[in-house]
Nanobody, 124 residues
Framework: QVQLVESGGGLVQAGGSLSLSCAASGRTVSDYALGWFRQAPGKEREFVASINWSGVNTYYATSVKGRFTISRDNAKNTVYLQMNSLKPEDTAVYYC?????????????????WGQGTQVTVSS
């Protein structure tokens, strides 16, 4: 079983940037696709970004495309989410997730391992 731990959340003003990290342990995730999801208060958890096992292929939600960048370092067993030009509507708990497949998915149920989440708050 993979354990995932997110870090890097916090409070930032609109227009600012934050960088999230998610470290995996328990086994290597170098052959897993990884993803980021978020959940705002009173809303469903939604897809943000996903990256394939090698890091060559990525996919983003329309709402974050051009502002967020997902990347990974397989040597460090870590996935990252660089968030730029943040907006108040980006405020949410951000979760990283891993799936036992090499290929990207946007579907929550495709991911079997989840972190505990990190809070991102964007003030206007």
């Amino acid at each position: 079983q993979v354990q995932l731990v997110e870090s890097g959340g916090g409070l930032v003003q609109a227009g600012g940037s934050l960088s999230l990290s998610c470290a995996a342990s328990g086994r290597t995730v170098s052959d897993y696709a990884l993803g980021w999801f978020r959940q705002a208060p009173g809303k469903e958890r939604e897809f943000v970004a996903s990256i394939n096992w090698s890091g060559v292929n990525t996919y983003y939600a329309t709402s974050v495309k051009g502002r967020f960048t997902i990347s990974r370092d397989n040597a460090k067993n870590t996935v990252y989410l660089q968030m730029n030009s943040l907006k108040p509507e980006d405020t949410a708990v951000y979760y990283c997730a891993a799936r036992t497949s090499r290929y990207i998915s946007t579907v929550k149920s495709d991911f079997g391992s989840w972190g505990q989440g990190t809070q991102v708050t964007v003030s206007s």
